[in-house]
């Protein structure tokens, strides 16, 4: 079974606060992805990479980076928070290929507040 | 504009009443479309991948369908377990990013 783990379930962080998520999967996965999931809004895309130290932005990478040392482990980092990154954070991975059409996996959700 | 629309946006079912739910899309160049199935502060867990039109695939009370257009997710004689949000995906284009979700069903099945 595919497994995709996140560092919290839950996290409470104040505005300008630097903030770490962490995500880790051990299927040996070469993309992994960072969404935000908001009532009415649906998943929107912040980065994802494509192998270590690779990086794409998203749709909505304004206010967060993210970093891509070893290939099971994908952090995103907000740099300064702020009350509207307040979401359900979802970690994804799936295996690269050419063509497309791959499956992503998810892990369970880091829900963040921002006070 | 490349989109992907989910319908009913809430379903309500008696145990046992097979209904349907529907994904459109508009994209260039697909390259899959997936099903999710989300229970309420949880992440999406994965059920089917469909390529081309025509294809099916099937797990226990579920069924998906793809043509060129949409896809349908029908549920046969559902059960109360049954009940949580359904996501469509469709990853299109190029770049392993391109992927849009929309926006689900939520499915309420009771006993």
């Known amino acids: 079974d595919v497994k995709v783990t996140q560092s919290s379930r839950y996290l409470v962080k104040r505005t300008g606060e630097k903030v770490f998520l962490e995500c880790v999967q051990d299927m040996d996965h070469e993309n992994m992805f960072w969404y935000r999931q908001d009532p009415g809004l649906g998943l929107r895309l912040i980065y994802f990479?494509?192998?270590?130290?690779?990086?794409e932005k998203g749709d909505i990478p304004e206010g967060y980076s993210v970093s891509r040392e070893k290939k099971e482990r994908f952090s995103l980092i907000l740099e300064s928070a702020s009350t509207n990154q307040t979401s359900m954070y979802l970690c994804?991975?799936?295996?690269?290929?050419?063509?497309?059409?791959?499956?992503?996996?998810f892990g369970p959700g880091t829900r963040l507040l921002v006070l | 504009e490349d989109q992907v629309t989910q319908s009913p946006e809430a379903l309500r079912l008696q145990e046992g009443e097979s209904s349907s739910l529907n994904c459109s899309y508009t994209?260039?160049?697909?390259?899959?479309l997936f099903w999710y199935r989300q229970d309420p502060g949880k992440g999406p867990e994965f059920l089917f991948t469909l390529y081309s039109a025509g294809e099916e695939k099937e797990k226990e009370r579920l069924k998906a369908t793809l043509t060129k257009k949409e896809s349908f997710l029908h549920i046969t004689a559902p059960k109360p377990e049954d009940s949580a949000t359904y996501l469509c995906?469709?990853?299109?284009?190029?770049?392993?990013?391109?992927?849009?979700f929309g926006k689900g069903t939520k499915l309420s099945v009771k006993p």
């Open positions: 990479s494509y192998d270590v130290k690779m990086k």
């Open positions: 994209v260039s160049g697909l390259r899959g």
């Open positions: 994804a991975s799936s295996f690269f290929r050419d063509a497309g059409g791959v499956a992503q996996y």
């Open positions: 995906a469709v990853h299109y284009g190029g770049s392993q990013g391109n992927l849009i």
